[in-house]
């Protein structure tokens, strides 16, 4: 009897397929607009769906498509040469186009590597293959036997030799099933060794390659190959465990450690921030109710046997989320005003949304209610006496100013602004004024007699794209990027001044910290420097008072730059990929100083590992007050990162 599909069926083979893959966030706005909460205690069938159910029913499709071909040609007889190399023709395209006889290269290479090695396995596999081919009608296999099968499957690839000299695969622990359903007939092929330029039918989370240590490239002639004078910083690396209870646990088994990140207990990180001041506190939130500040030692490393684990004890932390949030909440936007006495936390949760304040050591000092989430900004303002916050309102966007430890509150509305589509940003220039934009929207803001108004609308371009503001004081000059890959100074009077910065989108935008004598006013002739990061790959520092709108001088990363951050003193700029992080001296940017690449861990986790993916993922980067420890974080892991420089 055939079985019948319907719409949670579907949408939950889709949602299974996205938490296997660690598509976290993504299966989070599914749900929300599946208007299914827990699709796997609601939906009755679900117990009964395996592991690979969505590529199982894509394989047997195709495999069906693939018979069904064959039986067409065998009753068809061509009237003539053309007919029958008509029907030849049709016969070798498929649902995705052109047959391919063989698998692709890279797969060749992968399958020449591991079949010396699993001759000895042949039964193994074949019981593997048999009981991920039964899939739809054996009964489920014991927690026992899985775990078994995988544990076989990540010693046998661990064993894998160089090719061409690059490092071996890191082990992939997605189901220990990595050669597929169906593996001996299937004309899908899953999971390709090489992730650039595929199509994976399903990704695994640890596809990837660790990043080798980088030979840094520069713009100068015959510049950056002294890569043994770049400082190795993985040893100086403290994990930060993000999960609760036995999670916090540390562990050395990468089988333990996905089994954890695949839990409840192990929320996705998604802001970052240190204390303004104290370089022993540390900030951070996400999703599953996930809101702490830790007290952070000033000298920890990590225990160099733990081999990039979470090592030691976890610091202590104190929690900054109400008792009757829902442990799904997500904490969309976190800020600490200048002095660091306080911190805004803004939470979603059940589709309510709500803005708190707390103080340095976690006590509650205000709530104040959204009328619509999320709340995708916080900003406070230079005296600490406002926060802004952004959120979406009725079809628009709602700008709304609170003011600190009090009720009171002022709005301003933008209706038709779609943040989905074109999410602001926005930055303060004194205490009562600001500048706002997104898209193609760049305007002023005045917060005077209880009431916001508008100052000024910045003339701009259709199509423009602008994407962040940054704000300096020293000079009154606002900057902006855009997904055009331009940076725009822009004065008072709304004069515009456009740089052709990178080649792709503008990804990062940050100026230069100065001195307290710098603050006040710039000496004739100083610079005032702004440092930009591109998905080409490019990190680049402008002097925005010279007039040329040449780059000062600019460093390439290779992949596209997800987050830079400078030192307190501004003597240092920290440029981030989603593998590894370089640091470079301001003004001597032929060599970096300091190198960190990821070691392979399931928390770094994201099969999103090609550039058109990767805004999925939050990357946080960030010194503290000192200039001696980078933050880095992303999905469920937590790195801190010693830096000590004379």
């Known amino acids: 009897m055939k079985e019948y599909l319907d719409s949670n069926r579907v949408n939950f083979l889709i949602w299974r397929y996205l938490i296997e893959g660690n598509y976290r966030e993504t299966a989070v706005k599914f749900q929300k607009e599946w208007h299914v909460e827990e699709p796997h205690r609601q939906l009755d069938f679900a117990q009964h ?248 030692s000033r000298g920890a490393t990590t225990d160099p046997a733990s081999e990039g684990h979470v090592n030691g004890v976890a610091p202590n932390f104190r929690t900054l989320v109400e008792d009757d949030i829902q442990p799904r909440a997500t904490v969309t936007a976190m800020a600490w005003n200048e002095d660091g006495s306080v911190i805004a936390v803004a939470t979603d949760s059940e589709s309510k949304a709500r803005i708190n304040l707390w103080t340095r050591d976690g006590t509650h000092l205000e709530r104040f209610e959204v009328p619509e989430p999320p709340v995708i900004k916080l900003r406070w303002n230079p005296n600490n006496g406002a926060i802004l916050g952004i959120a979406p309102d009725n079809g628009g966007t709602l700008i709304t100013v609170y003011r600190a430890y009090t009720p009171n509150s002022m709005t301003y509305f933008l209706p038709r602004h779609d943040l989905s589509l074109e999410p602001l940003d926005a930055t303060w220039t004194s205490d009562s004024e600001i500048l706002v934009c997104g898209g193609d929207l760049l305007m002023a803001l005045k917060c005077a007699n209880g009431e916001i108004t508008e100052m000024k609308k910045f003339e701009t371009r259709e199509g423009d794209g602008l994407t962040q503001i940054q704000f300096d004081k020293t000079t009154s000059l606002a900057a902006t990027c855009n997904e055009r890959g331009f940076v725009d100074i822009w004065d008072q009077s709304g004069k515009r001044r456009e740089i052709e910065a990178h080649c792709d989108a503008v990804t990062a935008l940050a100026w230069q910290p100065l001195t307290q004598r710098q603050q006040q006013q710039l000496a004739p002739g100083e610079e005032r420097l702004l440092a930009s990061g591109g998905e080409d790959g490019a990190i680049c520092i402008w002097n925005v008072l010279s007039p040329d709108g040449k780059a000062k001088c600019s460093m390439t990363m290779g992949l596209p730059i997800v987050a830079l951050a400078f030192t ?64 880095y974080g992303v999905n469920s892991r937590l790195a801190i990162i010693n830096f000590r420089y004379q």
């Open 568 to 631: 307190p003193d501004g003597a240092f700029i920290a440029g981030a990929t989603s593998e590894r992080i370089l640091i470079w001296k301001v003004g001597d940017h032929s060599i970096p100083r300091a190198s960190w690449s990821r070691a392979p861990h399931p928390g770094w986790l994201s099969p999103r590992m090609n550039p058109e993916s990767d805004e999925e993922d939050e990357h946080c980067l960030g010194w503290d007050a000192t200039g001696h420890k980078l933050a």
């Open 49 to 296: 769906v395996k592991t690979h159910a969505l590529v199982n029913v894509i394989n047997k499709g195709l495999l069906y498509n693939s018979l069904e071909k064959e039986y067409v040609r065998s009753q068809q007889v061509p009237r003539d040469a053309a007919a029958a190399a008509a029907l030849a023709g049709a016969m070798q395209l498929g649902i995705f186009g052109p047959l391919l006889a063989h698998p692709p290269p890279h797969q060749q290479d992968h399958q020449q590597l591991t079949e010396e090695m699993d001759q000895d396995d042949e039964t193994e596999t074949a019981e593997e293959a048999a009981t991920v081919t039964a899939v739809t009608t054996a009964p489920a296999a014991t927690g026992g036997e899985v775990e078994n099968n995988r544990k076989r499957q990540i010693d046998r690839q661990s064993q894998l030799p160089l090719l061409n000299g690059s490092p071996a695969k890191r082990p992939r622990l997605s189901n220990g099933y990595e050669n597929g359903v169906d593996a001996a007939t299937t004309p899908m092929e899953l999971d390709g060794q090489n992730n650039h330029g595929d199509n994976h039918a399903y990704p695994s989370p640890q596809e990837g390659e660790q990043a080798p240590t980088p030979t840094p490239r520069t713009d100068g002639p015959e510049q950056g190959t002294q890569v043994e004078k770049v400082e190795e910083l993985a040893t100086e690396t403290t994990f930060i465990p993000l999960g609760s209870g036995l999670d916090d646990a540390p562990t050395s088994s990468p089988t333990t450690a996905l089994a954890r990140m695949n839990g409840e207990g192990a929320p996705v990180l998604m802001h970052c921030q240190w204390h303004p001041r104290d370089p022993t506190i540390l900030a951070a939130a996400g999703t599953d109710a996930l809101a702490r500040i830790w007290n952070v």
